[in-house]
Nanobody, 122 residues
Framework: QVQLVESGGGLVQSGASLRLSCAAS????????MGWFRQAPGKEREFVAA????????VYGDSVKGRFTISRDNAKATVYLRMNNLKPADTAVYYC???????????????WGQGTQVTVSS
């Protein structure tokens, strides 16, 4: 079992930056790959970024490449999502998730946090 708690969301203006955090507990953090997903009102949950267990490999969704950076600190059992140059289209609830293997598919992830709201005004 892995418990995940996100934080760091908020209301920002277009062009601003935010850093989301996701603290994990339970199963050894270094044994799970981590991902970030988001869901806007009326839309399906969308893959944002993922990072391997060691942090050596990352993958991003096309809409965030070059603007978002995923990282992890295994000693702190925390994964981060640095979001730069935010746009109104980035407005969504952001979820972190844990999986045995890094990937982009929602079905791959077994454990989910409760989500944190990010709102970007124009």
């Amino acid at each position: 079992q892995v418990q995940l708690v996100e934080s760091g969301g908020g209301l920002v203006q277009s062009g601003a930056s935010l850093r989301l955090s996701c603290a994990a507990s339970g199963r050894a953090f270094s044994s799970v790959a981590m991902g970030w997903f988001r869901q806007a009102p009326g839309k399906e949950r969308e893959f944002v970024a993922a990072i391997s267990r060691s942090g050596g490999a990352t993958v991003y969704g096309d809409s965030v490449k070059g603007r978002f950076t995923i990282s992890r600190d295994n000693a702190k059992a925390t994964v981060y999502l640095r979001m730069n140059n935010l746009k109104p289209a980035d407005t969504a609830v952001y979820y972190c998730a844990a999986s045995s293997w890094v990937g982009t598919g929602i079905d791959r992830y077994d454990y989910w946090g409760q989500g944190t709201q990010v709102t970007v005004s124009s």
